[in-house]
C-alpha cells in the first residue's frame, strides 16, 4: 500500500463521477456524428420507492451525457409469460443498447429463468449468468455489476494501490460482495471475503489495507474493524433508528484511524450511476463493432 494520504480523508463520488462523464460525453458525441444514438431501456415491475430513486439518478445522469432512455413500466401483478415477452422485445430492439432490469422481482416471476432471458450484451448490470461467468474469467467484454465496478473506480480515482493489498470484503451478495472481491483479484489484491459466519470478523477485516462494507447493517463497522490507516469504502445505504440515511460504517468512529473514507450520502451511490451510463456507452459501441 502506498497511500500517503492525511486521516480521515473523505472521498467523495463527485469527482469521480465528473471524471467519467467528461469521457463519455466525448464519446457518445463521437457516436451520434456517426449516427449512432446509444440508448438504455429500464425495465420497472410496479413503483417500488427504492427502484424510482434509482431510476431517477440513472435517467438524470444517462441524459446529462447524451444517452437515450426509455422506461418501461410494467404491471406488478405481470405473469411471467408476459414479463419474457416484453424482456424479448427490448432483447430484440436493435435501437436499444442497453437493459437494467429492476431487481427482485414479484413473487410470481421467476428470476432464475429470467436472468437467462436477458441478452447478455445488453445486460449493463450483471442480471445475466454469462456476465457473473466474464467477471469470474477477467474477460473485460462482459459487464460486472455497476455497484462493485464503482467501487473499484473509486479506489483507483484515489491513487489507492491494489496490486498487493490486502483487502477485505464485508458482504458476499451475488449484486456487491462477491463481484467487488473478483474485480479486486483482478487488480492482484489479496482478497478476503467476509460474511455472517466468520469468525472474529473485526480481526479478519482488521488486517486489510482496504475495507469494503456492504452488509446492509447501519454503522456496524466500529473502531476494531479496521486497521490504521486502512482505506474504507462504504457501499451501505440505510436507515436509521431515526430515519437518517447512514452507511455500514461508523464513520465518526473511524475517521480518526483511517486514511480516507467514502461518505454516505455522495460516495458509491453517486458513482454507480456513471457505470450504469458507461456501460450503455460501452455495449453501444461493441454492438456496433466499434
Ligand atoms: P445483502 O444481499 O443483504 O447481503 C449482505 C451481506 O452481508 C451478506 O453476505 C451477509 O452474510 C452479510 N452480513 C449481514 N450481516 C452480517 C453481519 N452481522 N456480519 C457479517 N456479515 C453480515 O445486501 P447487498 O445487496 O449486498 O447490499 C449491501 C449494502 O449495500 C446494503 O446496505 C445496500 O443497500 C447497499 N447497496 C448500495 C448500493 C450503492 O449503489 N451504493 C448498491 C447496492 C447495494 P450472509 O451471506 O452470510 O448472509
Redesign the pocket.
Known amino acids: 500500500m502506498e497511500v500517503t494520504a492525511t486521516k480521515g480523508q473523505i472521498i467523495k463520488g463527485k469527482p469521480v463521477a465528473d471524471k467519467i462523464s467528461e469521457s463519455l460525453i466525448q464519446e457518445v458525441n463521437e457516436l451520434v456524428k456517426e449516427g449512432i444514438s446509444p440508448k438504455l431501456t429500464i425495465v420497472r415491475v410496479g413503483a417500488r420507492g427504492d427502484d424510482l430513486a434509482y431510476e431517477r439518478g440513472a435517467l438524470k445522469r444517462c441524459q446529462s451525457v447524451g444517452i437515450a432512455t426509455e422506461v418501461l413500466e410494467l404491471a406488478e401483478d405481470i405473469t411471467q409469460e408476459e414479463y419474457v415477452k416484453a424482456l424479448t422485445e427490448i432483447n430484440n430492439d436493435k435501437n436499444v443498447h442497453g437493459i437494467l432490469c429492476f431487481r427482485p422481482l414479484p413473487k410470481q416471476l421467476n428470476e432464475e429463468v429470467i436472468k437467462y432471458v436477458i441478452a447478455p450484451e445488453k445486460d449493463v448490470d450483471s442480471f445475466s449468468p454469462i456476465n457473473s461467468a466474464k467477471v469470474m474469467e477477467g474477460d473485460t467484454t462482459g459487464f460486472p455489476p455497476c455497484?462493485p465496478t464503482?467501487v473499484v473506480e473509486i479506489l483507483k480515482h484515489y491513487g489507492v494501490q491494489l496490486s498487493g493489498a490486502k483487502v477485505a470484503v464485508?458482504?458476499?451478495?451475488m449484486?456487491?460482495?462477491k463481484p467487488a472481491a473478483m474485480l479486486l483479484l483482478n487488480e492482484n489484491a489479496t482478497v478476503t471475503i467476509?460474511?455472517?459466519?466468520?469468525k472474529d470478523?473485526a480481526k479478519v477485516t482488521s488486517e486489510a489495507d482496504v475495507l469494503v462494507a456492504?452488509?446492509?447493517?447501519a454503522r456496524?463497522v466500529k473502531e476494531e474493524f479496521v486497521k490504521e490507516g486502512a482505506v474504507v469504502i462504504d457501499?451501505?445505504?440505510?436507515v436509521d433508528a431515526d430515519g437518517n440515511l447512514c452507511g455500514?460504517v461508523d464513520t465518526n468512529a473511524v475517521s480518526d484511524k483511517v486514511s480516507m473514507i467514502t461518505p454516505v450520502p455522495a460516495g458509491?451511490?453517486s458513482v454507480?450511476t456513471s457505470i450504469l451510463a458507461k456501460h450503455v456507452v460501452k455495449a453501444c459501441k461493441l454492438q456496433n463493432n466499434k
Open positions: 455497484t464503482a464485508l458482504g458476499r451478495s449484486v456487491v460482495g467476509c460474511h455472517s459466519r466468520t470478523l456492504a452488509v446492509g447493517r456496524m457501499v451501505g445505504i440505510n455500514d458509491v451511490g454507480t
